[in-house]
């Protein structure tokens, strides 16, 4: 086949892909200063392949809002390529990233790239990604977190993936996209609302609560297979699932015993022991990264504010003082910094505690703030908000200064969750 | 009709990808692996009453109202719903085999899974007014569907009151009824 003619069909494939999904879309909103100016030249090789993986590694950088895109003023460049050093640096390029994409003999799609850093005229490293043709943004994804990490020192969170909540006429529709909202399909579809999904540590599994049985129950879900297997599924209202970090457990809450308290589950089902204590509501557990505490929701002071109690459960300790309402509590991965929604003058902000000083920021100047998630890197937090009355989700930075609204046409999305770091 | 739950593998879809790095200067063939996902799909039952007694449908008998409205961040049955509450109470002592499902509800502001325990608050005050009247403990279960099954899909406070409120299902005997 003339080779011209192959890679149109090629699109053609990646167009009819990206139409058979809701999108997500990005908007940056805000950047936050000091970017590290760097410049992703042109791939070599199969053009229109070349093309999707490094338009996908620039916008991916471009996003993460710690990163200034230098035009690479249409030069092409394979990894193997000589490198000007001093006509980058002129160019203001701190870091210079070039490569090629090839068609191995199996027709699977070799990426390779090689990252220099323009001052001390060195490379910093490369790599080869094979991936089957209509996986390329993958292996930009992949490019992109190896980039982000030798410039930045921290991992990069661009192959992760996120699910969410779509409200869509009368359907609700649990999804599964990458982090950059792409790529988005459909986990479980059902005619009844979908709360709190929420990722199992290794990313296999999602657990999440069902209202198809009239009541909320709480399913673990296995992305690779389809299946759900019922976790909790007492008398009264089984929700809140939380994750233990070893994924052998599910904090939850049950209100089989009266008010909603927190229990702990096997990932199985079994095993249900209560942890918490009070006549108040319990709810919204989360474990700390080490396992060894949870923090929750209780109204037991007379207010919803912020507790932390061991994970064997016990005696609480209060973490929020500041106003009246105080819930969602969401330790980072580094467990030094609490995020949580905040209502403020009656509207409900995402806002963040540092645990060692207990100073409190506010981060949005939203209305209607929800279910905070933090990326496993920590840089980002997910959030639901409202914005002209329809659900969005928001990415902000755990210091405030960048934000990216991600959106689906045509419906609501809520309940955002995001996971965990590939293996 | 009673739950209809289809859980099916419709298709299967490409859900992100792996592909393995390794060193350029290795130049071995990776293998990167695609995970693929089964979606599934669930259908719910809508409310159903036939198979229900008339006395629990009719429009003219007070068995047919099933909902009780409570006040903002009140969680107490108020007086004007007390004789509602004790008909049904009296339905339910002379009809044992009869069961009820309390689902409590919220409106839309705050947290979601905060919500689903102030609903079930709501449902848990509304069971205990039926077991207090004489209903047996295994007759009524209370849940809460929080702020998710709004009556009214408005953001005004007329809505919000529509929306804080418990509703009272049926099951007779034979399993057929209301959930």
Redesign the interface.
């Known amino acids: 086949m003339p080779q011209i003619f192959r890679k149109f069909l090629f699109l053609l494939a990646l167009l009819a892909a990206a139409g058979t999904q809701a999108q997500l879309s990005i908007e940056i909103t805000g950047a936050g200063a000091n970017r590290i100016p760097v410049a992703i030249a042109n791939f070599a090789g199969e053009t229109a392949a070349a093309q999707v993986i490094a338009s996908t590694v620039r916008s991916d950088l471009e996003r993460s809002g710690l990163f200034k895109l230098i035009d690479p003023a249409g030069a092409t460049l394979d990894?193997n390529a000589p490198v000007n050093f001093a006509d980058w640096k002129g160019r203001g390029a701190d870091a210079l990233a070039t490569g090629s994409v090839t068609r191995?003999a199996d027709g699977?799609m070799q990426?390779?790239f090689?990252l220099y850093d323009t001052q001390k005229q060195v490379a910093l490293g490369?790599?080869?990604?094979?991936?089957?043709p209509?996986?390329l943004r993958?292996?930009g994804h992949?490019i992109a977190d190896?980039i982000y990490e030798k410039l930045t020192g921290e991992k990069g969170i661009f192959?992760t993936?996120i699910a969410y909540v779509v409200k869509s006429g009368g359907q609700f529709k649990l999804q599964?996209a990458?982090a950059d909202g792409q790529?988005a399909?459909?986990?479980?579809?059902?005619?009844?609302?979908i709360?709190?999904p929420v990722w199992s540590p290794d990313g296999s599994k999602v657990a999440y609560?069902?209202?198809?049985?009239?009541?909320?129950v709480i399913y673990v879900?296995s992305?690779?297979?389809?299946?759900?297997q019922v976790v909790a599924n007492f008398?009264?209202?089984n929700?809140?699932p939380a994750w233990s970090p070893d994924g052998r457990k599910l904090a939850i809450?049950l209100?089989k015993d009266?008010?909603?308290q927190i229990y702990s589950v096997n990932a199985d089902g079994s095993g249900v022991q209560r942890l918490s204590q009070s006549a108040g509501?319990d709810?919204?557990p989360r474990y700390s990264p080490d396992g060894s505490a949870i923090y929750f929701?209780s109204d037991r002071g007379g207010s919803?504010q912020v507790y932390r109690m061991s994970a064997n459960g016990g005696d609480a300790q209060r973490v929020t003082f500041e106003g009246s309402?105080n819930?969602?509590p969401r330790p980072s991965p580094d467990g030094k910094t609490l995020a949580f929604?905040s209502?403020r003058d009656g509207r409900?902000q995402l806002a963040v505690m540092d645990l060692a000083s207990k100073q409190v920021q506010i981060l949005t100047d939203s209305v209607k703030d929800?279910?905070p998630s933090f990326a496993p890197n920590g840089r980002m937090i997910l959030i639901a908000t409202e914005i002209g009355?329809r659900g969005v989700l928001t990415a902000v930075s755990s210091d405030g200064r960048i934000k990216q609204r991600l959106s689906v046409a045509g419906g609501d999305v809520r309940?955002p969750a995001w996971g965990p770091f590939?293996? | 009709m009673k739950?209809l739950?289809i859980?099916a593998?419709l298709s299967a879809?490409?859900?992100?990808?792996?592909?393995?790095?390794?060193?350029?200067t290795s130049?071995a063939?990776?293998?990167?692996r695609?995970?693929?996902?089964?979606?599934?799909?669930?259908?719910?039952g809508g409310l159903d009453s036939r198979g229900l007694p008339r006395e629990l449908t009719d429009p003219k008998s007070q068995l047919s109202q099933r909902s009780i409205y409570f006040d903002l961040d009140k969680y107490d049955v108020k007086p004007e719903y007390q004789d509602l509450v004790a008909a049904h109470a009296k339905y339910l002592v002379t009809n044992r085999g009869f069961k009820v499902?309390i689902?409590g509800n919220t409106d839309e502001?705050?947290?979601?899974?905060?919500n689903?325990?102030?609903g079930?608050?709501r449902a848990?005050a509304v069971k205990r007014s039926l077991v207090m009247l004489g209903a047996k403990e295994e007759q009524v279960?209370?849940?809460?569907?929080?702020e998710?099954?709004p009556k009214n899909p408005g953001?005004d406070e007329s809505a919000w009151a529509e929306n804080r409120r418990a509703d009272i299902?049926y099951r007779a005997p034979d399993g057929r009824g209301e959930?």
């Open positions: 990894e191995g699977r990426a390779r090689r490369g790599a080869v990604y094979v991936t089957g209509e996986q993958a292996a992949r190896y192959s993936r599964i990458d790529n399909a459909t986990a479980l579809s059902s005619t009844e609302p709360i709190s609560v069902s209202f198809e049985k009239k009541k909320p879900h992305l690779a297979s389809g299946q759900r008398k009264g209202s929700s809140a809450v209100s009266g008010n909603s509501i709810t919204e929701t919803p309402y819930v969602s929604i209502r409900f929800e279910s009355g309940e590939n293996p | 739950k739950l859980p593998l879809l490409i859900v992100g990808c792996s592909s393995t790095p390794v060193d350029e130049g063939p990776v293998e990167s695609n995970g693929s996902s089964g979606v599934a799909s669930v259908t719910a499902l689902q502001r705050g947290s979601r899974e905060y689903l325990s102030l079930q608050k848990d279960e209370s849940v809460s569907l929080g998710e099954k953001h299902l959930f």
